[in-house]
């Protein structure tokens, strides 16, 4: 039978054979300046998992690093300088991840140029520095996003997905208590206590300020180790333990502590309590999230007690770290947001750092000075 003569259904299945498919959606073109250990170990095995983004270019002045960073992403292109990366690369935004006071440094010159950053929390050392680089991301017509990766942590999101039921209600309370071991004094802190504040408890600030809003006042006492010379990180040793107030009128505590344990990341333990009237929501670890809920669910023991609704992520399901702790989405946000999908949402942008910031500069401020109440600085 001749082409002319083929039955019109096999003309068609003979076309459909030969359509062409459609195109995928544009990736968001990033590129990083920071190769180091946190960059590895944190951002980078999220990036197989966010089909959004592409990586483009890695900078580092040692050439080492962006060498081996460049070989997981398709051999892209390696710098050591990155003002002539940012020259010969387009690029939609810019992960700039590394110490607190590079970052301060960095970060500022590449919004300079209009573009989109990232940058680890916190985005600087102090409130101030911090402000500064929102007022240049201000007048250049863009935008950065903080690494508050706790935000994106599903038992989090679930959390706050029980906070906005209209049965949960008005929040009463919200306490939030951190443990780990020894923290070092890093960034050039002039103290390994307002480090621990600053490079570490910064995420614990900004997820109350999550879920409570902004903080009024704290009130702070704190406890030092005793001299021990048989532990080398007896200075780094400290408790603070802070009355709240929120702008709300909610109330909290936080118990924020590098004394629970010998190793100083390894055995982190961190649970949030919100309060409303009848109804407590716990998050402990960021994985495990129960709801006591004012309504029992059952009535067969109504003088027995106890009943809440319970989800556990560390369940026989496919479990990636990465996700869990809330890395992949904001690594996913970011990239969205880069190519204007998505808005701020839930993630930490520069001004929510400022005012993490601001939160621990009134608790250091409290804490040692005789407990005294501290209002909070609000942003500018």
Same mark, same amino acid.
């Given at each position: 039978m001749s082409a002319g003569n083929t039955p019109p259904q096999t003309l068609a299945l003979t076309r459909s054979q030969e359509m062409i498919p459609l195109s995928e959606p544009r990736k968001a073109r990033l590129a990083f300046v920071g190769c180091g250990g946190f960059t590895n170990a944190s951002i980078f095995p999220c990036l197989p998992m966010v089909p959004r983004a592409e990586v483009v270019a890695v900078c580092d002045i040692i050439e080492e690093k962006a060498q081996a960073a460049s070989r997981l992403f398709n051999a892209c292109p390696v710098y050591t300088d990155m003002e002539r990366m940012l020259d010969e690369i387009e690029v939609d935004g810019v992960f700039a991840i590394g110490p607190a006071p590079t970052q301060y440094e960095v970060a500022p010159r590449i919004l300079k140029r209009g573009i989109p950053v990232y940058v680890e929390k916190p985005s600087a050392n102090t409130s101030a520095e911090a402000l500064e680089m929102v007022k240049v991301a201000e007048d250049a017509g863009t935008w950065g996003q903080v690494g508050f990766m706790k935000r994106f942590a599903p038992a989090y999101r679930l959390a706050r997905s029980i906070m906005a039921r209209p049965e949960f209600g008005q929040l009463n309370m919200v306490n939030c208590k951190f443990g780990q071991g020894p923290y070092p004094q890093i960034w050039g802190i002039d103290s390994a206590q307002r480090a621990f504040l600053i490079g570490q408890c910064c995420h614990l600030m900004d997820l109350i300020r999550h879920f409570g809003g902004d903080v009024a006042t704290v009130q702070t006492i704190c406890r030092e180790a005793p001299q021990n010379?048989?532990?080398?990180?007896?200075?780094? &040793?400290?408790?603070? =333990?802070?009355?709240?107030?929120?702008?709300?009128?909610?109330?909290?505590?936080?118990? =924020?502590? #590098?004394? !629970?344990? &010998?190793h100083g990341f390894r055995? =982190?333990? /961190? &649970?949030? /309590? =919100?309060?409303?009237? !009848?109804?407590?929501?716990?998050?402990?670890?960021? #994985?495990?999230?129960?709801?006591?809920?004012? !309504?029992d669910w059952d009535d067969t023991l109504p003088s027995s007690g106890w009943y809440s609704l319970d989800h556990d992520a560390r369940g026989l399901g496919v479990w990636s770290a990465h996700v869990q702790i809330g890395y992949v989405g904001e690594v996913e946000h970011f990239a969205l947001r880069c190519l204007g999908e998505v808005d701020k949402g839930v993630s930490g942008d520069l001004m929510d750092s400022v005012k993490s910031l601001q939160i621990g500069e009134a608790i250091y401020e409290s804490a040692h000075n005789g407990g005294k109440?501290? /209002?909070v600085k609000q942003g500018a």
């Open positions: 010379p048989d532990d080398p990180h007896v200075s780094t &040793r400290i408790s603070y =333990l802070t009355n709240v107030t929120f702008q709300s009128g909610a109330i909290g505590q936080l118990n =924020l502590n #590098c004394m !629970e344990a &010998r055995d =982190l333990d /961190e &649970r949030l /309590e =919100l309060v409303s009237m !009848e109804n407590i929501v716990t998050v402990h670890r960021m #994985c495990h999230v129960t709801w006591r809920k004012s !309504e109440v501290v /209002e």
